[in-house]
Nanobody, 122 residues
Framework: QVQLVESGGGLVQAGGSLRLSCAASGRSFAGSPMGWFRQAPGMEREFVAVSWSSMTAYADPVKGRFTISRDNAKNTVYLQMNSLKPEDTAVYYC?????????????????WGQGTQVTVSS
């Protein structure tokens, strides 16, 4: 059974940093896109970042502040978040297994983690 488990969320002050991790089990995602989405209260779940092969893509609000990386040997994807802002407050979800490319739509992913809360105080 495939599982994605996020960790690393928490409470941080504006300007601070957090590093999220997502460990996958049940199959290898080495050749598949793995991404991060987030959902703030009352909002739709939105794309944050995706990694596939040697390529990455980011949503405009996080460009230059967030960095996605992965360790295929550990079947794990990371999201380094710097210069955090209160508007980054959300539950962050890991997603995997769109077929190829740098997908930005929720429906392109087959597997999801349970989410980890990130709260940025002003």
């Amino acid at each position: 059974q495939v599982q994605l488990v996020e960790s690393g969320g928490g409470l941080v002050q504006a300007g601070g940093s957090l590093r999220l991790s997502c460990a996958a089990s049940g199959r290898s995602f080495a050749g598949s896109p793995m991404g991060w989405f987030r959902q703030a209260p009352g909002m739709e779940r939105e794309f944050v970042a995706v990694s596939w092969s040697s390529m990455t893509a980011y949503a405009d609000p996080v460009k230059g502040r967030f960095t996605i990386s992965r360790d295929n040997a550990k079947n794990t994807v990371y999201l380094q978040m710097n210069s955090l802002k209160p508007e980054d407050t959300a539950v962050y979800y890991c997603a995997a297994d769109a077929s190829y490319g740098l997908p930005r739509l929720r429906q392109q992913y087959n597997y999801w983690g349970q989410g980890t809360q990130v709260t940025v105080s002003s």
